[in-house]
């Protein structure tokens, strides 16, 4: 091996020794089912044989597009129709593609804030023009969208769509209230505003079904719903798909790159179908879900004592994360100072707002920690807190 390579960095994960970092969103190694996935490739690879390694049709493996449209009628009551669904190459590369294809430049897009901040990342990769809607507990103010819509309108500027993730949200954990996406379907059938769903977390639901998505009750040709395997399976596999209005996802399936390429990750696709059509994926969701609701339930009963005056957080009903909130003026510096003097780290939730925050508040996720790592790291937070309160006396 080149000598300069021998350090390189393989995994995005990095982790000093010793410290328990609540920061990253990833899945726990020990969850990725290694060996099903293994059987799954050799299956992939004996089954349709040679197919399988060829340039895949644009909307993805036939085989996995049946079995996602089967269990999404039977879990959502909707029934997507071929032209509907296409696979995608995961999140994060659909919302690239719905920018590149579905935006001209100087359009704006609607973002609630917090929201999740690496998608936003993403947006900016556009020439587009990020307007925040504030995002709350039960969800975003469909009214704040109206004014925003009309605002636009009175400028002369096109919105192009609103991104928002509706349930089990990255940074918060929490859901758009039954009424909230009501109101918002409403309002983009009146308005003809084009929402882009990140469902990415809907499957890890602690407490029975989660709730029904935006897509489901779209009778108007509005909502773009993005699916990821990348929390329930392996995110390796870049690996993902999309249900929505037939023209918009047509769009994207006929694109330069999917026309060049084939597929996205279409050997993932293969693999996945096999995974799926094994049964693989019921029981890996119905691992992850124990072992997610566990954490989630143990960080917020052992941070529930060490909290300050003031601090505030809300138990999840899926996800990944916990969403602590902290008094107006909480120094922040010295908390990130005092916690890494006690190696733990967790991550400003300044990061996922859109303009500046006006709460401060911290975002702690439980999906790469196993219970006793769990409460070392809120220990150890719980030790930073007392700190940073004696001096602050
Ligand atoms: C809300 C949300 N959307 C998308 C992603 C990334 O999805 P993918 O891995 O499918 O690109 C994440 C990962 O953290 C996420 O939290």
């Known amino acids: 091996m080149l000598q ?7 995994s995005q994960l990095a982790i000093e020794p010793g410290v328990i970092d609540l920061s990253w969103g990833h899945v726990d190694p020990q969850l990725l089912p290694a060996v099903a996935l293994q059987s799954a490739a050799l299956a992939a690879l004996a089954r349709p044989g040679a197919i399988a390694l060829g340039y895949g049709h644009e909307r993805g493996s036939a085989m996995l597009r049946a079995w996602l449209a089967e269990r999404i009628t039977r879990h959502e009551g909707r029934a997507p129709r071929p032209a509907e669904l296409m696979l995608t190459g ?18 704006v897009v609607l973002v609630e804030s917090p929201t999740y901040h690496l998608a936003v ?15 709350d507990a039960a969800g975003i103010d469909p009214a704040v969208v109206a004014h925003l ?12 769509f609103l991104y928002t993730v509706p349930t089990f949200h990255n940074p918060t954990g929490s859901s758009l209230t039954p009424a909230c996406r009501e109101a918002l379907l409403a309002l983009a059938a009146r308005e003809r505003l084009l929402i882009l769903e990140d469902d990415a977390y809907r499957d ?5 079904p989660a709730p029904a998505s935006l897509w489901s009750g779209d009778a108007a040709d509005t909502v773009v719903r993005l699916g990821s395997f990348a929390k329930t399976v392996a995110p390796a596999l870049r690996l993902g798909w999309m249900t929505g209005p037939s023209a918009l996802v047509g769009r994207i399936a006929a694109c330069g790159t999917l026309d060049s390429g084939g597929a996205a990750s279409f050997f993932s696709g293969m693999m996945v179908a096999e995974y799926c059509a094994a049964g693989e994926y019921e029981r890996q969701v119905a691992r992850l879900v124990a ?10 009963t052992a941070l529930t004592p060490v909290l300050l005056p003031g601090m505030r957080v809300q138990p999840p009903a899926g996800g990944f994360f916990v969403w602590l909130e902290l008094p107006h003026g909480f120094p922040l510096a010295a908390l990130g100072r005092a916690a ?26 439980f999906s790469l ?6 409460l070392e790291g809120v220990a150890r937070l719980g030790r930073a807190f007392a700190r940073l309160n004696e001096v602050m006396e």
Not at 4 to 10: G, Q, S, W
Not at 204 to 208: D, I, R, V
């Open 204 to 208: 890890l639901s602690f407490a029975g």
């Open 149 to 160: 819509l009309h605002r636009a309108a009175a400028t002369g500027r096109r919105v192009a």
């Open 291 to 300: 072992a997610y609701r566990a954490r989630a339930a143990a960080l917020v």
């Open 340 to 365: 890494a003097a006690q190696q733990v780290a967790v991550l400003d939730g300044a990061r996922f707002h859109v303009h500046p925050a006006e709460r401060p508040a911290l975002r702690m996720a």
């Open 90 to 107: 995961g999140t994060s590369s659909a919302i690239d593609q719905v920018c590149t294809l579905l935006t001209q430049p100087g359009d």
């Open 369 to 374: 920690y196993d219970v006793p790592d769990l």
């Open 4 to 10: 300069e390579f021998v350090h390189e960095p393989t």
């Open 121 to 135: 990342r993403i947006l900016r990769d556009h020439p587009l023009e990020l307007w925040p809607v504030p995002r």
